[in-house]
């Protein structure tokens, strides 16, 4: 393998062609007009532009990137995550076109985006599941009976969806019905599959999700697990390893299980296998993410390997040279998403130019970047600017160089989500490990974080007036 082509952008684009380009791999960037001069593009040893700045005439055209590759004697394709990375027909396009997929084979890839096809497909593995049904449900009485055999409240969910969309909770048994219709509407409109499942819906649930990697040769690892529990909108914002509440017992079963998800389905590369855990610490298989996960850096840190560097070996056929038992945890990682999101008006998207914009420095900080000081944020895309990831012995060192790291993460021009990780960071429910993805719900409003920042500011203003005041004193005294 001597050249792979990253069809990602950002900081993904640039995470991937660094462990390339350790490897002795040239790397091909490709671009949206939008991209231009984008930093993944100057990064990569050559790039090429593959359309208009809509993600659905560019990053999303299959087959453009496809004639890119071969344009430019490509050996194999980083998806990265998002666009392609999840799409079955482009795995198989790569296939076809002898160009090697670095991710798993279109059938895992296809069974594992269907939830229901999840669920049959690790149903003989005595993996736990939610109570509710493994079919697609579309009369609205049928899922009322349901909700009388299982109880209320109810999870209807696209069957073919993610992050959120077409996910409706039911409390009250009159509601069912208009729920149901919102939620396959929404389904059909995001996946183009209206298919809705109805299961029970965990109260207090944490999410919690585990890492795993296999290779062609019957070998597949996991490497421990990441909480994922402070979300917005269904979607994580902070995340860690290893989890503050997992016993050695419990993480070597739902290791175990991880792993034989991914043998139910006969899987390659890099995913992820996420679970839900109640109150009660019972775990309930999810889904599964075919693919490298946003959050991959915590997972990194703490086991001391680079999964992109497996990805690739295990894409040229090699096997995995480790084994479980020479997996350990080492210290405690944090990630938090930084994105040019306003947390102080429900994290709705913030557009403008990054009129300042220098990233924190020091040991045990990593940020994976995707843009520069000038830069203007597209609104094509994600608003993700960067992942910030702290280090420490101790969960508490981690989360405290996290709070370090924020303070010296200097952006102007455009809102970012540094400061609600500040106030998760400071938040005595996190802290203590006492928290679920109800967390936002729960402890978090703009009233708050204003507060928190007018008495930062108040402290601020303290401690400079003592400061003048000792240096006027010192300035007085006699020679």
Known sequence: MKKILV??????????????????????????????????????????????APSNESYLRGDKIIEASKALNVDAIHPGYGFLSENADFAELCEKNDIVFIGPRSKAIKMMGDKLAAKEAVKDYNIPMVPGVDHAVTDPKEAVEIAKQIGLPILIKAAAGGGGKGMRIVENEKDIESQMKRAISEATSAFGDGSVFVEKYVSSPRHIEIQVMADSHGNILHFFERECSIQRRHQKVVEEAPSAILTPELREKMGQAAINVARSCDYLGAGTVEFLMDADHNFYFLEMNTRLQVEHPV????????????????????????????????????????????????????????????????????????????????????PMLSKLITYGKTRNEAIQRMIDAIDNYQVKGVETTLPFGRFVCEHEAFRSGNFDTHFVKNYYSPQLLEAQHAKEAEIAAKLALKQYLKDKTLLRLPN
């Open 7 to 52: 069809a990602n952008r950002g900081e993904i684009a640039i995470r991937v062609m660094r462990t390339a380009k350790k490897m002795g791999i040239k790397t091909v960037a490709v671009y949206s007009e939008a991209d231009r001069t984008a930093p993944h593009v100057k990064y990569a040893d050559e790039a090429v532009c593959i359309g208009p």
């Open 299 to 382: 997972s990194e840190w703490i086991s001391g390997v680079d999964l992109v560097e497996l990805q690739i070996n295990v894409a040229r056929g090699e096997e995995l040279k480790i084994k479980q038992e020479d997996l350990q945890i080492n210290g405690h990682a944090l990630e938090l998403r930084v994105y040019a999101e306003d947390p102080m008006n429900d994290f709705l998207p913030s557009v403008g130019n990054l009129e300042v914009y220098q990233l924190p420095k020091g040991e045990n900080i990593r940020v994976d970047n995707g843009f520069e000081e000038g830069m203007d944020i597209p609104i094509y895309y994600d």
